[in-house]
């Protein structure tokens, strides 16, 4: 209605709020729709309440989803072009580093540890446990024996669990 009424602006948000909907509901297709919809209302209302980078950042879900791992890939280098806040930054790089199986492992841990590095600004924000509970997880090729993985990975939980206990309070 939105855009029929050549309100972008409105039709922006409308698509975006539809697509996150559908998304949730596992309308993969239906959410991808939305957002390049909407993707196309922002272009003519570069003031809208929804930003390019979320856009972006929900069509590379969207694509990872839909197995479109390069599509995935693309998306989330796009938004991470856009993205100033580091919370949101720090999960792209991890998004990034999760999108295309074929990336070498030494690469998936630099794209995972900058996501990391970014989210350290903003030190108790839940996408920082998000990464250190995917990292508790994953191989580390920087370090040799079990033992040293295996304190890194308790270093790990507790950070995470302090950051998941303060988000409860």
Known sequence: ??????????????????????FGLGAFEEAQR??????????????????????????????LE????????TWFQTALREQ??????GMLYFKLSRSLASIEPQRKWDLTQQ????????PH????ARILIVLIRSPNP?????????AQAVRWGA??????RRHQQ
Do not use: N, W
């Open 159 to 164: 950070e995470a669990l302090r950051i998941l």
């Open 142 to 150: 920087e370090v040799s024996t079990k033992a040293e993985r295996m």
């Open 84 to 89: 100033l806040d580091p919370p949101r930054r």
């Open 1 to 22: 209605h939105y855009t029929a009424a050549q309100q972008p602006d409105k039709a922006a948000a409308a698509l975006f709020k539809a697509g996150q909907h559908a």
């Open 115 to 122: 996501g990391l590095r970014e989210t350290a600004a903003v």
């Open 66 to 73: 839909l197995d479109q791992q390069e599509a995935a890939h």
């Open 34 to 63: 939305c957002f390049q919809q909407a993707l196309a209302a922002l272009e003519q209302a570069p003031q809208a309440a929804v930003s390019k980078a979320e856009l972006f950042e929900a069509l590379g879900d969207v694509a």
């Open 125 to 128: 924000c839940l996408e920082r």
